[in-house]
């Protein structure tokens, strides 16, 4: 079956400095999207993209993250200046559309840790 | 704004005892539900879904009804393995909107 890949599975990064979490989706899905979890805490939604663009983002989804699809595969989430508090599990999903009732797919997490 | 609560865990059971995990949300639309359960070290797995009132999800032996009356989407199981141990999740996705909402989680840890 095919899944969504993400990598790394661990950054350990400094405060301070620029990360990228890279992600491939599922090959024929157009919906793709960024949830974060804080340790303990919920799931959030940060992000979705289609076609080139975000559709919708949340209000953890400030001007120090951005997201991009540099080529036919990847589907990138850059945080330039990163915080403490920063430090979460990154969850990468994709859907073949943006319809409520498309279920989404995950990967399996990127977990980001800011000293 | 849109939510969903689940019951706090962790849930502990015995191999073969029957299953609930509640599941309660606030929606503005007319949501669709689900249900991920996220085995350790691994990512949020889709376990069942259910886009309109009174559609019952299932899949494994796991199901859930989309109850609209009293906007719930309990997941029940019949008979636990050791096996299903995991934290599972309950999420909405609201009409209009491309996004999850997720629950807080639910441990479930099944004894031998």
């Known amino acids: 079956e095919p899944e969504v890949t993400q990598t790394p599975s661990h950054q350990v990064t400094q405060m301070g400095q620029e990360v990228i979490l890279r992600c491939v989706p599922i090959?024929?899905?157009?919906?793709f999207y960024w949830y974060r979890q804080i340790l303990g805490q919920k799931v959030e939604f940060l992000v979705s993209?289609?076609?080139?663009?975000?559709?919708?983002k949340s209000e953890i989804f400030d001007d120090q993250f951005s997201v991009e699809r540099p080529d036919g595969s990847n589907f990138t989430l850059k945080i330039r200046s990163t915080k403490l508090e920063d430090s979460a599990m990154y969850f990468c999903?994709?859907?073949?559309?943006?319809?409520?009732?498309?279920?989404?797919?995950f990967g399996d997490g990127t977990r980001l840790s800011i000293l | 704004g849109d939510s969903v609560t689940q019951m706090e865990g962790p849930v502990t059971l015995s191999e073969e005892a029957f299953l609930t995990i509640n599941c309660t949300y606030t929606?503005?639309?007319?949501?669709?539900l689900f249900w991920y359960v996220q085995y350790p070290g691994e990512g949020l797995q889709l376990l069942l879904k259910?886009?309109?009132?009174?559609d019952k999800g299932s899949n494994k032996g796991f199901e859930a009804t989309y109850r609209k009356e009293t906007t719930s989407f309990h997941l029940e199981k019949g008979s636990v393995q050791v096996s299903d141990s995991a934290v599972y999740f309950c999420?909405?996705?609201?009409?209009?909107?491309?996004?999850?909402?997720f629950g807080t989680g639910t441990r479930l840890k099944v004894l031998a």
């Open positions: 999903a994709s859907s073949v559309w943006g319809r409520d009732n498309q279920p989404q797919h």
């Open positions: 929606a503005t639309g007319y949501p669709s």
């Open positions: 999420a909405l996705s609201d009409s209009g909107t491309y996004k999850y909402i």
């Open positions: 090959s024929n899905h157009l919906y």
């Open positions: 993209f289609y076609n080139n663009e975000i559709s919708e």
């Open positions: 259910a886009t309109k009132a009174d």
